[in-house]
């Protein structure tokens, strides 16, 4: 099995072969290193992708908004991505985002993780029927299980979730209450241990 830093320095160098710059290569290197540990198929989608690239030119969608439509041909995963991540300080006030046409879009997902993290929200994502969960870049939630390549989503929107608690005010209160029961009472013994007891003035 291939560890996680061959895979992060395979995909960076593959990628600046492929014709994007070394920090963009970069980031694809951490991008698929996120996938393969999140159990998802980087390795073989970003394969595939790069040799579809040879014989087709991919759509460069720079500036994003709350609808993004694909003029001429298929949306580049990866130029998207980038350009998600370095704009996710004012994407973040949308409550969804909608695209057309990302090709090989599990190759968008890891930069969106990124930005989940960075904005401390969690993003529901959906490639046409495939559903993600993105919490933070720490695990990513999906019904999508297969080890499979997925060569376009057709439609694909990103939701920011705002940071809620899941349990009520009753059962937060109901688990404080037991949680009193560890505290210990302030006993003469603890009072002449406490801070300043035991010292001696010298002077």
Same mark, same amino acid.
């Given at each position: 099995?291939?560890?996680?830093?061959?895979?992060?320095?395979?995909?960076?160098?593959?990628?600046?072969?492929?014709?994007?710059?070394?920090?963009?290569?970069?980031?694809?290197?951490?991008?698929?290193?996120?996938?393969?540990?999140?159990?998802?198929?980087?390795?073989?989608?970003?394969?595939?992708?790069?040799?579809?690239? %040879?014989?087709?030119?991919? +759509?460069? $969608?720079?500036?994003? #908004?709350?609808?993004?439509? /694909?003029?001429?041909? *298929?949306?580049?995963?990866?130029?998207?991505?980038?350009?998600?991540?370095?704009?996710?300080?004012?994407?973040?006030?949308?409550?969804?985002?909608?695209?057309?046409?990302?090709?090989?879009?599990?190759?968008?997902?890891?930069?969106?993780?990124?930005?989940?993290?960075?904005?401390?929200?969690?993003?529901?994502? %959906?490639?046409?029927?495939? +559903?993600? $969960?993105?919490?933070? #870049?720490?695990?990513?939630? /999906?019904?999508?299980? *297969?080890?499979?390549?997925?060569?376009?989503?057709?439609?694909?929107?990103?939701?920011?979730?705002?940071?809620?608690?899941?349990?009520?005010?009753?059962?937060?209160?109901?688990?404080?209450?037991?949680?009193?029961?560890?505290?210990?009472?302030?006993?003469?013994?603890?009072?002449?241990?406490?801070?300043?007891?035991?010292?001696?003035?010298?002077?």
């Amino acid at each position: 099995m291939r560890s996680l830093s061959e895979i992060e320095t395979v995909s960076k160098r593959a990628s600046r072969a492929s014709g994007f710059s070394w920090g963009v290569a970069e980031e694809v290197g951490k991008n698929i290193k996120i996938l393969e540990m999140f159990g998802l198929p980087g390795i073989k989608n970003l394969n595939e992708y790069y040799k579809k690239k %040879k014989q087709m030119k991919f +759509e460069n $969608l720079n500036l994003i #908004n709350v609808d993004n439509k /694909s003029v001429k041909s *298929k949306v580049c995963p990866i130029t998207v991505g980038i350009n998600f991540l370095d704009q996710i300080k004012t994407l973040e006030v949308l409550n969804e985002i909608n695209f057309e046409k990302i090709a090989y879009p599990l190759l968008f997902l890891p930069f969106l993780s990124r930005s989940s993290e960075i904005i401390g929200k969690r993003l529901f994502v %959906k490639f046409d029927d495939k +559903e993600f $969960l993105l919490n933070f #870049n720490n695990n990513i939630y /999906s019904n999508f299980l *297969k080890i499979e390549i997925i060569e376009l989503a057709q439609n694909v929107s990103v939701k920011f979730i705002n940071n809620t608690d899941l349990f009520t005010e009753n059962e937060w209160h109901e688990l404080y209450r037991l949680s009193e029961n560890t505290f210990v009472e302030e006993s003469d013994s603890l009072k002449k241990a406490g801070a300043g007891a035991g010292l001696t003035d010298n002077d």
